[in-house]
T-cell receptor, first 112, second 114 residues
Framework: SQQGEEDPQALSIQEGENATMNCSYK?????LQWYRQNSGRGLVHLIL?????REKHSGRLRVTLDTSKKSSSLLITASRAADTASYFCATDAGTGRRALTFGSGTRLQVQP | EAQVTQNPRYLITVTGKKLTVTCSQN?????MSWYRQDPGLGLRQIYY???????DKGDVPEGYKVSRKEKRNFPLILESPSPNQTSLYFC?????????????FGQGTRLTVV
């Protein structure tokens, strides 16, 4: 089963609005990452947050992590049409030998 | 430029005809993996490799083989492709297994098996 589950599955907003995506996971993690995927293309790393961090910023991105609730959120502020993409969270449980487990993603559509 | 290169980008083949999708990275990464992406299922790991000559199964390894003879290359082999292997495939590499660093993805290979 998938470790990370994103919510909502799809999100449509107007340019300039903020977009918030959530990720829930099941087991303890060492860190959580967010990736972006433009349609049919490879995934691009956005941000990594460690289990001992609660919030992290990168440009217009803000990521929070609540390990007690096993959840994370990605906020994109002042969205642009170019932010239209799918966004995935990926978790590293730190056990076994696999690196990352991905959720099924949130499809974000930013209307110009 | 740091990159992961997959070839081919698109492939249509017939059931049972062996094929290989190549993957090469130029970052001297130890860890490489293959994922398949299907609608509604996200990315599922097929195989991974922690270093040269060290490979192991991911979540959905059936029908696939891999090899890691050199650090930079990690080909995915489908010995006898079937229609249920029609999917979008991604190769990824990272500095280490621990997930403490980002993963770099190739541009994907869209495979259709008829």
């Amino acid at each position: 089963s998938q470790q990370g589950e994103e919510d909502p599955q799809a999100l449509s907003i107007q340019e300039g609005e903020n977009a918030t995506m959530n990720c829930s996971y099941k087991t303890s993690i060492n860190n959580l990452q967010w990736y972006r995927q433009n349609s049919g293309r490879g995934l691009v790393h956005l941000i990594l947050i460690r289990s001992n961090e609660r919030e992290k910023h990168s440009g217009r991105l803000r990521v929070t992590l609540d390990t007690s609730k096993k959840s994370s959120s990605l906020l994109i502020t002042a969205s642009r049409a170019a932010d239209t993409a799918s966004y995935f969270c990926a978790t590293d449980a730190g056990t076994g030998r696999r690196a990352l487990t991905f959720g099924s993603g949130t499809r974000l559509q930013v209307q110009p | 430029e740091a990159q992961v290169t997959q070839n081919p980008r698109y492939l249509i083949t017939v059931t049972g005809k062996k094929l290989t999708v190549t993957c090469s990275q130029n970052m001297n990464h130890e860890y490489m993996s293959w994922y398949r992406q299907d609608p509604g299922l996200g990315l599922r790991q097929i195989y991974y490799s922690m270093n040269v000559e060290v490979t192991d199964k991911g979540d959905v390894p059936e029908g696939y083989k891999v090899s890691r003879k050199e650090k930079r290359n990690f080909p995915l082999i489908l010995e006898s492709p079937s229609p249920n292997q029609t999917s979008l495939y991604f190769c990824a590499s990272s500095l280490s297994r621990t997930g403490q660093t980002e993963a770099f993805f190739g541009q994907g290979t869209r495979l259709t098996v008829v």
